[in-house]
């Protein structure tokens, strides 16, 4: 992988973890399930870590971490700057398991051309996070429905 190709991918990942930071701290502050607000406080601090781990893999490699316009709204299918029901759980877990299911797709995708370490371990890292992330949110969405149908 060219070094070109690989500053624009971990600078794609930089956009995507910081506004993941955003995203989840707001969805928190409108969340009206106590559980789920302190889940998504804590998400949001681990996406955080991913931040300063891909702005510090930028600058080991002499470049300066940049931000590529838009990234979450075209991944929900929606134009930028469009504001979401967040007080709606189930829109939060769709939203989130849809930014996660991406986020893994692409670390598993750079994993497979980037052998170096530390790059390696980083990206298996942030890849596990993002697993258990899913895992989560798939789960709560898991037993909404249970809820639902019971009632
Ligand atoms: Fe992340
Ligand atoms: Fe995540």
């Given at each position: 992988?060219?070094?070109?190709?690989?500053?624009?991918?971990?600078?794609?990942?930089?956009?995507?973890?910081?506004?993941?930071?955003?995203?989840?701290?707001?969805?928190?502050?409108?969340a009206t399930d106590i559980y789920l607000q302190q889940v998504l406080t804590?998400?949001?601090?681990?996406?955080?870590?991913?931040?300063?781990?891909?702005?510090?893999?930028?600058?080991?490699?002499?470049?300066?971490?940049?931000?590529?316009?838009?990234?979450?709204?075209?991944?929900?299918?929606?134009?930028?700057?469009?504001?979401?029901?967040?007080?709606?759980?189930?829109?939060?877990?769709?939203?989130?398991?849809?930014?996660?299911?991406?986020?893994?797709?692409?670390?598993?995708?750079?994993?497979?051309?980037?052998?170096?370490?530390?790059?390696?371990?980083?990206?298996?890292?942030?890849?596990?996070?993002?697993?258990?992330h899913t895992a989560w949110f798939s789960n709560k969405l898991k037993e909404?429905?249970?809820v639902a149908r019971r009632s």
């Amino acid at each position: 992988m060219d070094q070109q190709a690989l500053m624009r991918s971990l600078n794609w990942f930089y956009s995507l973890e910081v506004e993941q930071v955003d995203l989840y701290r707001t969805q928190a502050q409108a969340a009206t399930d106590i559980y789920l607000q302190q889940v998504l406080t804590r998400v949001a601090a681990i996406e955080q870590e991913h931040v300063i781990n891909l702005e510090a893999e930028i600058r080991r490699r002499g470049a300066t971490p940049t931000r590529l316009g838009a990234v979450i709204a075209p991944l929900l299918g929606m134009a930028a700057g469009t504001v979401l029901n967040w007080t709606n759980t189930r829109i939060v877990l769709w939203a989130d398991i849809t930014l996660e299911e991406k986020a893994m797709a692409d670390y598993k995708r750079l994993i497979l051309k980037v052998a170096e370490k530390p790059l390696f371990d980083l990206l298996w890292d942030h890849l596990i996070d993002e697993d258990l992330h899913t895992a989560w949110f798939s789960n709560k969405l898991k037993e909404l429905d249970r809820v639902a149908r019971r009632s």
